[in-house]
C-alpha cells in the first residue's frame, strides 16, 4: 500500500471515529449548509463529518414565521444534539435543536438566581386546573395556593399580567419549574405595611381604593397594606352588601378609626368622612313639622321610618292611628312612603318621634286621647336603651299601661 493511501485510511478513520464522538445533549458548533423543502435547517457538524437537521419548532422558544430571513446559508451557530436519526450505514445524521440551547442558558440563569434567593418576572400565558402557566423564558407554574394570599376562585382573570415570582423548585432535567407569587406579596405587604403603620393615626383621614369585598365589609388598599371597613361604617344609610354600594377598584376617602400595630390590622370608616346626618336633623325635621318618611323596619312595638339618609325615627305602635292596632305590620309595610309629625327630635341622643296619628282627624270618642299622647312620649329616664337611642320607655309606651288599667 502506498504511503498516500495509508494517509486516506487515516483521515477516514479519523472522521468516522469523529462521528462517534457527536453523542445526545452535546453542544455542537456547526454552519448552515442549506434549507430543505420544510424551510428545515440543513447543518454541517463542525469537525464530523456529518450534517443535522434542525426542525422549525427547535428554532427558537418563540415562533418564527419567516426562516429564510432570519437565518442565512453560512451563517455559523451552536446547537444541542437531542437524537441520532438516518441510516446508520450512511454515517446518519443528527436531529439538532437551537431552542434547547436558549432554553438551556434561561436554566442556568434561572438556578444562579434560585441560589441567590432573587425573584423572577414572568408573564402569564394560562389558567388551568390547579394554578396559572407562565412564560420565564421557560416554561414555569404558580400552584393556585402560591398565586396571592387571598382564596381567588376565576384563575383567568390573571391572564396577560405580569407577576414577581420567587423561585421555589427548579430541576431542569425534568423541564420542572414551580414560583410563588404569594411570598413575593407577603414580603411586599409586610414592608408595606410598616412604612404605612409608621405614618398613620388614628383620626387621620386617606384615599384608598377598594381591593375586594366580603358580606361583612371591604377591604381597602392604603398603599401597599388593605385596613377594612366594616359594613356599619361604609355609610349612614344602613348597608345590607358592601357589593350593593362600592364597586372594586374604586377610589375612597376614608378615616382611620382604630389600629393594631402588632397584629397590622387597620380599621377604617367611610360615613365618617361625610356629614353626619343628625347634625342637620332639626333643621330638615323640626319639632312639629309634617315629613315624608319611608318605612324601613317593623316591629312588635312599631316601626322605624327614615326621615333623611341616615336617620330613622320611630312610629310607636300607640302612634300609628287612633285606631286599635294590634301589630304595626297589619297597617304599614316596609317600603312604603307616608306623611308623619315630629313629636320630639334630640339630635345629641339621636333620638326622633314620630306619630301617623297625629295627623289623623280626631274621631268624636277619643276621650282621653291627650292624656295617652303625653304618657307615650314621655321616656322611663332609668331604663336601658335599645338601638336608635330610644328606652325601653318609648319602645313600650306608658300610655298603653294606662289603657290596660
Given at each position: 500500500m ?8 487515516k483521515?477516514l478513520l ?9 453523542n ?12 430543505d423543502?420544510d424551510h ?6 463542525d469537525?464530523a463529518g456529518?450534517?443535522?437537521v434542525?426542525?422549525r419548532r ?12 432570519k437565518?442565512?446559508?453560512g451563517d455559523?451557530g451552536?446547537?444541542?444534539v437531542i ?8 454515517g ?6 437551537i ?18 434567593n432573587e425573584?423572577?418576572?414572568v408573564?402569564v ?5 390547579g394554578g396559572?402557566v ?10 393556585a ?5 387571598h382564596f381567588?376562585r376565576?384563575?383567568s382573570?390573571?391572564n396577560g399580567?405580569e407577576?414577581?415570582c420567587?423561585?421555589?423548585e427548579?430541576?431542569?432535567e425534568?423541564n420542572?419549574l ?10 411586599n ?7 404605612v403603620m409608621?405614618?398613620?393615626?388614628v383620626?387621620?383621614v386617606v384615599?384608598g381604593?377598594?381591593a375586594?369585598?366580603?358580606d361583612?365589609g371591604?377591604?381597602v ?6 385596613g377594612l371597613v366594616?359594613v356599619?361604617e ?9 357589593a350593593?354600594?362600592?364597586e ?8 382611620v ?10 380599621s377604617?370608616s367611610?360615613?365618617q368622612?361625610?356629614?353626619q346626618?343628625?347634625d342637620?336633623i332639626e333643621?330638615k325635621?323640626?319639632q ?6 319611608t318605612i ?9 321610618a327614615e326621615v333623611?339618609?341616615?336617620?330613622e ?7 300609628i ?5 294590634n ?11 307616608v306623611?308623619?309629625?315630629v313629636?320630639d327630635?334630640n339630635p345629641?341622643?339621636h333620638?326622633l318621634?314620630?306619630?301617623?296619628r297625629a295627623?289623623?282627624?280626631e274621631?268624636?270618642n ?7 299622647v ?6 322611663t329616664e ?12 318609648d ?11
Open positions: 502506498s504511503e498516500s493511501d495509508e494517509q486516506t485510511n483521515d479519523e472522521a468516522l471515529d469523529s462521528v462517534d464522538q457527536v445526545i445533549n452535546d453542544v455542537v458548533e456547526g454552519e448552515i449548509l442549506a434549507f423543502k428545515q435547517l440543513i447543518i454541517g457538524i469537525n456529518v450534517e443535522g434542525v426542525p427547535e428554532l427558537s422558544a418563540q415562533p418564527v414565521e419567516d426562516v429564510e430571513s437565518f442565512k446559508v455559523k451552536k446547537f444541542v437524537s441520532r436519526i438516518g441510516d446508520d450505514k450512511e446518519g445524521s443528527f436531529l439538532l435543536s431552542r434547547r440551547l436558549e432554553e438551556r442558558k434561561v436554566w442556568d440563569e434561572l438556578k444562579a438566581k434560585a441560589e441567590n425573584t423572577i418576572n408573564t400565558q394560562n389558567a388551568v386546573r396559572l407562565v412564560n420565564a423564558g421557560v416554561r414555569g407554574f404558580i400552584p395556593s402560591m398565586i396571592t394570599n381567588v376565576n384563575l382573570q390573571y399580567q407577576f414577581e420567587k423561585i421555589v427548579i430541576v431542569p425534568k420542572r414551580v414560583l410563588s407569587h404569594s411570598d413575593v406579596v407577603a414580603k405587604q409586610e414592608e408595606a405595611r410598616s412604612e409608621g405614618k398613620l393615626n383620626g387621620d384615599e381604593k377598594v375586594r369585598m366580603t361583612f371591604a377591604f388598599d392604603l398603599g401597599g397594606i388593605d366594616h356599619s361604609i355609610s349612614y344609610d344602613r348597608v345590607n352588601k358592601p350593593d354600594v362600592l372594586n377598584g374604586q377610589d375612597v376617602k376614608v378615616k378609626i382604630a389600629m393594631d400595630e402588632e397584629r397590622g390590622r387597620i377604617l367611610i360615613k368622612t361625610q356629614a346626618p343628625w342637620e333643621e325635621a323640626p312639629g313639622s309634617t315629613v315624608k318618611v324601613k323596619r317593623i316591629v312588635d312595638f312599631g316601626a322605624f333623611i339618609p341616615g336617620v325615627g320611630l312610629i310607636h305602635i300607640s302612634q292611628s287612633h285606631k286599635h292596632v301589630t304595626p305590620s297589619d297597617v304599614l309595610k316596609v317600603g312604603e312612603t306623611d308623619a309629625k313629636l327630635v345629641s341622643e333620638r318621634a314620630l306619630s301617623l295627623l289623623e282627624p274621631p268624636e277619643a276621650q282621653g286621647s291627650n292624656e295617652q303625653e304618657a307615650t312620649d314621655n321616656a332609668n331604663a336601658p336603651e335599645e338601638e336608635n337611642g330610644f328606652t325601653l320607655g319602645i313600650v309606651g306608658k300610655g298603653l299601661d294606662e289603657d290596660n288599667q
